[in-house]
């Protein structure tokens, strides 16, 4: 699947480190989604963004800092993380229309390691 | 709170079954509802859409859609090896909302 595409796959950390996660969609969707998928847990929706503009941000603490500079790239900035922030991160898009909420289309994820 | 349940699992069938998946959800305004298959450590991969009560039909998947009832289930025909993962079921109300409800998935294993 090439639609969504994710930088880097894998990233191991220091908490003290600053790194950006990187999305882009060829798709042409007007929505971008960050989720977090702990070990053997569910989906963990944390940022929207719709039109490049963030509709929900579901009490993410602020050492994730997301940006959206257009409907086609997502980055995610990490700073200051802890060790219980590693998981796989993982970005989707979908296209919504009045009427019509479409199915959202996830990249391969980034496995983050945090040390 | 919007809710989508699924029974965790595992669901185990031996390999050339109907493999049934079954997923019920509390919001009766949803409109669009998604099936999706994650391998263990790989990113959901889209399987179905559904938007409308019925059937809808896709090689060896079946979506079956009952508004009324507020379920959605996945049917897995032949069911192969290869099909072992987590499926997980999807709902989105509309409204522009863009917030989908997972729910956490029913793991499949199935058994030659």
């Known amino acids: 699947e090439t639609g969504v595409t994710q930088t880097p796959r894998h990233l191991v950390m220091g908490m003290t480190n600053k790194k950006s996660l990187k999305c882009e969609q060829h798709?042409?969707?007007?929505?971008m989604y960050w989720y977090k998928q702990s070990a053997k847990k569910p989906l963990e929706l944390m940022f929207v963004y719709n039109f490049k503009e963030q509709t929900e941000n579901n009490s993410v603490p602020s050492r994730f800092s997301p940006e959206c500079p257009n409907s086609s790239h997502l980055f995610l900035h990490l700073h200051t993380l802890q060790p219980e922030d590693s998981a796989l991160y993982l970005c989707?898009?979908?296209?919504?229309?009045?009427?019509?909420?479409?199915?959202?289309?996830f990249g391969p994820g980034t496995r983050l390691t945090v040390l | 709170q919007k809710e989508v349940e699924q029974n965790s699992g595992p669901l185990s069938v031996p390999e050339g079954a109907i493999a049934s998946l079954n997923c019920t959800y509390s919001d009766r305004g949803s409109q669009s509802f998604f099936w999706y298959r994650q391998y263990s450590g790989k990113s959901p991969e889209l399987i179905m859409s559904i938007y409308s009560n019925g059937d809808k039909e896709d090689g060896r998947f079946t979506a079956q859609l009952n508004k009324a009832s507020q379920y959605v289930s996945l049917l897995i025909r032949d069911s192969q090896p290869s099909d072992s993962a987590t499926y997980l079921c999807?709902?989105?109300?509309?409204?522009?909302?863009?917030?989908?409800?997972f729910g956490r998935g029913t793991s499949l294993i199935v058994h030659p």
């Open positions: 989707a898009s979908s296209q919504d229309v009045a009427g019509r909420e479409g199915p959202q289309y």
């Open positions: 798709l042409g969707h007007n929505a």
């Open positions: 999807a709902v989105r109300t509309g409204g522009g909302s863009y917030i989908p409800t």
